[in-house]
Structure formats: C-alpha cells, structure tokens
C-alpha cells in the first residue's frame, strides 16, 4: 500500500514500481462508490474515439479550436 498526498493542483504521485508494472502513461479515473479507481490504458485511441473530430481537414479543426479558444478567452476577460 501506498499513502501520497494530493497537490493543491490536485496532483498525486504514482509511485514508480507501479507505474513500470502498468507500462503506460494514460490512465482512466473514475469514482466507484467512495474510491478513486485508477485503470490502465493500453490503447488511448479506443478510450478517446469519443472525442475525435470526424470528416474535417486539420486545417479546419484547428480553425475551430482557435475559434473555441477566443470565445473562451472572451467569457473569462471580457470583450476588449
């Protein structure tokens, strides 16, 4: 067993015995009942496919991407 202490970022620290075992730097966190469960993933693609953009170029994703990003930076500073 293992006793960390959460960051005021909200960070932890996996020790490295563990990390070696899991082979991997993406994880899956999620809450069951009143635990953290930490699993594995081996291949990110399936777990993120969710997310993907389909049928756009990379032109047209980063367009919108920055398009997100300044309606973002207006609702938090405001327009100037």
């Given at each position: 067993?293992?006793?960390?202490?959460?960051?005021q970022?909200?960070?932890?620290t996996?020790?490295?015995?563990?990390r070696?075992?899991?082979?991997t730097?993406?994880?899956?966190?999620e809450?069951?009942?009143?635990?953290?469960?930490i699993?594995?993933i081996?291949?990110p693609?399936?777990?993120?496919?969710?997310y993907?953009i389909?049928?756009k170029?990379?032109?047209?994703i980063?367009?919108?991407?920055?398009e997100?990003?300044?309606?973002a930076?207006s609702?938090?500073?405001?327009?100037n």
């Open positions: 067993m293992f006793i960390g202490k959460i960051t970022k909200g960070q932890i996996i020790p490295a015995k563990f070696k075992k899991i082979n730097d993406i994880v899956q966190i809450m069951v009942g009143d635990k953290i469960v699993r594995p081996k291949r693609g399936g777990a993120l496919k969710k993907a389909r049928n170029s990379i032109e047209e980063m367009r919108i991407e920055k997100a990003m300044k309606h930076f609702e938090k500073h405001g327009d």
